[in-house]
């Protein structure tokens, strides 16, 4: 990120520390006389203003495990809780968008909450917010219309959805202002700050060998096409086998050709994959293609697999076109 942009960004956090009355931990009261919240949440709450960025939070939140719903009616929370704890199999947390839309939020949050927090939930309340130039910017980019704007301007509407939450805003245990964030800035200051899962972990990379005769995968964002490599299917012996078996692995292999362009691959994907996540890509498909869909690209596929198995990598593997395959 170059200088300028970290430098605003530490500007932004510092801004937001002053506005949380008083700056929170996780061992300190939320100003208002809620309780205090875990350290390991299971229901996290989004609230603030429209164009703050909640929904770009809540996206971010579903790419790494959470179970999240936006906009609903506060009266059905309790109930929501107890129907997901009662058929859940495990202990995935929580992520809701409530606001100005969602029924009962501004009326009744604080009950809610406490009558909750009485039966054991851990809750986390975020407050994102914006500088209202800012957000008439964002209205302007997006061309949507503010919840409230039905019969006043977005700058007015946006003046009473500030003071209506008011209150709300108090009993947060964190305050965000997202002035100074573009969204994939504020992604990732959210997968950093609310993710348990390890940065290496989120991107889950699909493998698929394939034949050109069936065309390339249609989901495939990287493509490489093995074809230059020596054909098995010219060695007769081999010919009725699939690069899954032991001949033909060791054939594939064997050829100087093949461990140099693995020596340049294994490079080239150390090299790109932590970058697209950097970026927050959740899942990446690389197509490995050679004519028939049934040696050299199994092979290699399965060589990536074995590779990626090395460097703690989440994968999947298919052989798309091994079944119908008929020569390589």
Excluded at 107 to 133: I, N, P, T
Excluded at 179 to 185: E, G, K, V
Excluded at 206 to 233: C, Q, T
Aim: with cysteine.
């Amino acid at each position: 990120m170059p200088l300028a942009a970290a430098r605003k960004l530490r500007a932004a956090t510092a801004m937001t520390a002053s506005q949380a009355d008083p700056p929170l931990t996780a061992d300190s009261p939320p100003p208002g006389g809620a309780k205090p919240f875990a350290a390991r949440f299971s229901i996290l709450i989004i609230t603030g203003l429209s164009g703050s960025g909640k929904s770009t939070v809540l996206r971010a939140l579903e790419d790494v495990g959470y179970f999240c719903v936006d906009n609903l009616p506060l009266s059905l929370l309790p109930a929501f809780l107890t129907e997901l704890e009662r058929s859940s199999q495990d202990s995935r947390k929580i992520a809701l968008v409530m606001d100005v839309r969602t029924a009962g939020f501004l009326q009744d949050y604080s009950r809610v909450c406490r009558e909750l927090q009485d039966q054991g939930y851990a809750l986390h309340l975020l407050f994102l917010e914006a500088d209202e130039r800012v957000l008439l910017r964002r209205f302007s980019q997006t061309r949507r219309q503010h919840p409230l704007a039905d019969h006043e301007s977005i700058a007015e509407a946006l003046r009473q959805e500030r003071a209506s939450l008011q209150g709300v805003r108090q009993m947060a245990h964190r305050i965000l202002d997202t002035s100074l964030y573009n969204p994939h800035q504020l992604r990732k200051l959210i997968l950093d700050e609310y993710s348990e899962v390890e940065p290496r972990q989120r991107m889950l990379l699909h493998l698929i060998s394939f034949s050109y005769k069936y065309g390339i995968p249609p989901e495939a964002d990287l493509v490489m096409d093995v074809r230059f490599l020596p054909n098995p299917y010219f060695i007769e012996e081999l010919r009725p086998l699939t690069g899954n078996e032991p001949r033909v692995r060791e054939f594939v292999l064997g050829q100087e050709e093949t461990m140099a362009f693995l020596g340049q691959f294994y490079g080239f994907l150390d090299f790109l994959l932590p970058r697209f996540q950097r970026e927050g890509k959740t899942h990446l498909t690389l197509a490995i293609g050679c004519t028939g869909g049934q040696h050299r690209s199994v092979v290699i596929a399965n060589v990536l697999g074995e590779h990626l198995s090395q460097e703690n990598l989440p994968f999947t593997l298919t052989h798309r076109d091994l079944a119908q395959a008929a020569g390589g």
